[in-house]
Structure formats: C-alpha cells, structure tokens
T-cell receptor, first 112, second 113 residues
Framework: DAGITQSPRHKVTETGTPVTLRCHQT?????MYWYRQDPGHGLRLIHYSYGVKDTDKGEVSDGYSVSRSKTEDFLLTLESATSSQTSVYFCAISDPDGSPQHFGDGTRLSIL | DQQVKQNSPSLSVQEGRISILNCDYTNSMFDYFLWYKKYPAEGPTFLIS?????DKNEDGRFTVFLNKSAKHLSLHIVPSQPGDSAVYFC????????????FGQGTRLTINP
C-alpha cells in the first residue's frame, strides 16, 4: 500500500453545508492531487499541489478549494455542497521524478 | 472535450484467452501513458506505462502498445485470469511539469470461467 489515508471514507450531508475531505500520506511525496470519479467521465482532476502552500486548479475546480499546510496533508473543501458534487473522491500522490501516481481508497460523498 | 477516450464501456473474455483494451487520445502534447486497474471500493492501482519514445512495453502478462501516428494505445492481457476482472482506466500526461493525469472513461473487463 502507498501509505495514503483518506477520511472520511463515506459521508452523507445536505445541500448548502460545508464539507472537508482529508488526504494524509506517509510517503513524503511532494505532489498531491484530488480527483473525482463519475460514471461516464472516468477520473477528473479537481486541484493539485506541488508543495506546501503551492496549489493550482485542475479541470473541474469550480465549487472546490484546497489547502496544504504540511507535506503530509491535503484538504479538499466544498464551501457549500451541491447535489452535483455527489461523487467518489480520490486523492493521489507522486514525486517529480515521474513515477506513477498512487491513489487512496476514496471517499464516497452523497449530497442530498 | 474528452482528450482521452475509451470507447468500450465493457468487455467480456473467456479465462485463458487474450483481453485487449483500447484507448484513443487527441492531445499530441501527451508523451506518457499509463494503465490503472480498479476494483470496487478501492482506489486505482498502477498497472503499466509507456513513454512516447517507445511503441511497446511488456510486464509479465501485460503488454501496452502505442501507435503515435494513430494516437492509439492498447493493453493486452494474456492469458486472462478471473482476478483480472476489474475496471481499467487509460491515462495520459506530459512528462514535464506537474504530471497531471487525464483519464479515459474506463472499461469494465469481465473474465468468464
């Protein structure tokens, strides 16, 4: 296992509430990523980080924000959750050496 | 605009035969390609990759072929085993930079006994 822990693993919440998902790694990898997986779309990049306090937007960043205050933690926040954000969220890590990204086991988020 | 496409949502193959999964891409800036395998309730796991300077990479039962002129890659699994039943994602990126992956939609492979 690549030493990636996502929490919570499952969450059900209501529209309009804030939600924060956490990704914790023990591999000391520099790069971290948040993806969402939806039927018919595969995985799509939301935000990524290339170091502490260095983050950038991905393909589907609207409605999401991220923070990375330490190497090991990358937080994804939905400021005001909407039903369209119901999805499975995956965190991934990698290093600048070009090695493949390794993924956590995902968080299943349902917005009612 | 889907830059990476897997046009077969599902594939069923008999145990012991060859499984061939296909992937097409449109962005000529991609120079590194990966295949991931995903079981239910787990994250994708890396399977095999190929850079654009090669046309074939082999790892045990898994071989990836790249046809740059056609912007097409394929994953061959031979012989197919029941444990290969999973969803397979093709992904692409540029070697330089933040290594952001662009994924295809996935193909569900079922190996029948």
């Amino acid at each position: 296992d690549a030493g990636i822990t996502q929490s919570p693993r499952h969450k059900v919440t209501e529209t309009g509430t804030p939600v924060t998902l956490r990704c914790h790694q023990t591999e000391n990898h520099r790069y971290m990523y948040w993806y969402r997986q939806d039927p018919g779309h595969g995985l799509r990049l939301i935000h990524y980080s290339y170091g502490v306090k260095d983050t950038d937007k991905g393909e589907v960043s609207d409605g999401y924000s991220v923070s990375r205050s330490k190497t090991e933690d990358f937080l994804l926040t939905l400021e005001s959750a909407t039903s369209s954000q119901t999805s499975v969220y995956f965190c991934a890590i990698s290093d600048p050496d070009g090695s493949p990204q390794h993924f956590g086991d995902g968080t299943r988020l349902s917005i009612l | 605009d889907q830059q990476v496409k897997q046009n077969s949502p599902s594939l069923s193959v008999q145990e012991g035969r060859i499984s061939i999964l296909n992937c097409d891409y449109t962005n000529s800036m991609f120079d590194y390609f990966l295949w991931y395998k995903k079981y239910p309730a787990e994250g994708p796991t890396f399977l095999i990759s190929i850079s654009s300077i090669k046309d074939k990479n082999e790892d045990g039962r898994f071989t990836v072929f790249l046809n740059k002129s056609a912007k097409h890659l394929s994953l061959h699994i031979v012989p197919s085993q029941p444990g290969d039943s999973a969803v397979y994602f093709c992904a692409a990126r540029r070697i330089q930079g933040a290594q952001k992956l662009v994924f295809g939609q996935g193909t569900r492979l079922t190996i029948n006994p």
